[in-house]
C-alpha cells in the first residue's frame, strides 16, 4: 500500500491564549499585557503544522468535540494543511486549553493548562488501515494506551515512530518508551528517566541496538544524539535573537519527523530540525512563528551553529 500520507499524528492538541509581557511578573505584583492572541497548541498539533510547513503531507487522529474550541481546533489544523479526517468526535471531547504568558524581554514562556475534556484515542478505535497510510507515525505521551497500540500496529507494517515523550510517568510510557524508534526528549526529561546529569551519559542510557535514533535537546546549548549504539555526537545550537520560545520543542520534533519521512539521514534530520526550532524562536506565538521550507533552506545556507561558552 503506498502511503497517502508523510506523517499521521496521535497526541495532544491545545488552544493556547499567548499573553505578551515586559517581564514575567513576581508573586503579589501587577504587570500590563503588551500583546495577545488565540493560537492552536498542543505537543502533536504543533508538531504537524511545522512538518506541513516544510512540504509534508500530515494527518491527524485525535478525539474531538463540537465545542468552540474543537471547531477553532480543527479548521486551524486544517488551513495549515493537515488532514483531519481521521479525527473521531464524542461530545464531551475538548482539545487542552492553555494560558501562555510570553516574557518579552527573556523570550520565555510560562504555561498554565487544563486537560479537563481531553480523551486520548482508545487501542480499540484505531484503525490498523490508518496507520498503514503514512510514512511516520508521530506519538506524544497523551496518546497513552492508544499511543502504545498504534505504535505496535506501525511496527508490524515497518513505519518507524517518532515520540515525543515530556511525561515519562504518563500511562503506558513505560511500555511505550523501549518501543521507539526515534526517540527526541528534552534534557529535563531525560534526566528523570536515566538519573544521569550529563546529556551525553543520558542519550548512552537511553540509545540500543534497535532504536534508529535517540535524541536529548538542550535549548541554547543544542542537542546530543546517537544513532543505534554508535558514539554520542553534539550539535550545536544556532544562535538567534530570541523573542518566543513558545512551541520550538514541538516544532524540532515536527521537522525531524518530516526528514525522516522523506526518508533523510539523521544527520540530516538534526541539522534540518535545529533550524527550523532556531527560525521559530525568533518570531512570536507557538504556530504562526513556524517558518516555511524555504525560510529554513535560506537559514541554513547563510548560518552556522556555534557552540555556546
Known sequence: MSAQWDILGLGVVAVDDLLYVERFPRPN?????????????????????????????????????????????LEALEREGVDCSPVLRHPDARPVYAVVIVDRTSGERTIFYTTAGYMPVPPERIDAQLIRRCRVLFVDYTAGEGGLHATLLAHRYGIPVVADIEQERAPAMAELIPQVDHLIVDVET???????????????????PERACCVVTAGEKGCWYAERDAAVQHFPAYRVEVVDTTGCGDVFHGAYAACIARGASVARAIQVASATAALKATRPGGRSGIPTWPAVEAFLNSAVPVPRE
Do not use: C, H, N, W
Open 190 to 208: 531525560a534526566a528523570r528517566i536515566t538519573g544521569e546529569t550529563q546529556p551525553q551519559r543520558m542519550v548512552r542510557a537511553l540509545a540500543r
Open 29 to 73: 505584583t501587577k504587570t500590563p499585557i503588551q500583546g495577545q492572541e488565540r493560537q492552536g497548541g498542543g505537543l502533536t498539533g504543533t508538531a504537524l503544522v511545522a512538518a506541513a510547513r516544510l512540504g509534508a503531507r500530515t494527518a491527524y487522529l485525535a478525539i474531538l468535540g463540537d465545542d468552540a474550541l474543537s471547531r477553532f481546533t
